[in-house]
């Protein structure tokens, strides 16, 4: 595989954007959960569903970002995300921001797989496997 990460297109509507025209910093984080969302379908979780049939959901739990240039009305932005680690309850991403090949933003988090409670849940094993497999990294137990 030579490109493990998964992309998804976003355009930059006027809601997202400040009064100078430029989008707003935490938007920025937005565009990244929705990125990750439409990651998870693609592996066959749907969010809802799966914490109704399983009782686990996920939490951001540490999210550095980087701005490296503006984003502005009707830009056209690619969201890649790719997963540097799996481990038993949570893994680690970097998500990179760009438009056209002008790189806009790149974060880096931690996703923990947490129960109804809150607290820390070990992801089911499949679903680990399935994260491992389409993004090239292995699993860490």
């Known amino acids: 595989m030579s490109d493990p990460s998964h ?8 809601e ?6 430029m989008v707003y910093h935490s938007n920025y984080l937005k565009f990244a959960e929705r990125a990750r969302t439409e990651w998870l379908r693609d592996l066959g ?3 809802d569903a799966w914490r109704k049939d399983t009782g686990l959901g996920f939490a951001v739990t540490r999210c550095e970002i980087d701005y490296r240039r503006p984003a ?13 680690e799996v481990g038993g309850a949570s893994l680690v991403a ?7 090949t ?18 820390p849940a ?20």
């Open 7 to 14: 992309r998804f297109a976003i355009r930059v509507y006027y």
């Open 45 to 47: 979780v749907q969010q």
């Open 102 to 119: 002008d790189e806009v933003a790149r974060l880096k988090l931690v996703v923990a797989c947490i129960d109804g409670s809150g607290r």
């Open 16 to 21: 997202d954007t400040d009064a100078a025209g």
């Open 72 to 84: 502005r009305l009707d830009d056209v932005l690619d969201v890649a995300t790719r997963i540097l």
């Open 122 to 141: 070990r992801l089911p094993k499949n679903l680990r496997t399935a994260m491992a497999a389409a993004t090239a990294v292995g699993v860490n137990d």
């Open 94 to 100: 970097e998500q990179v921001i760009r438009r056209e």
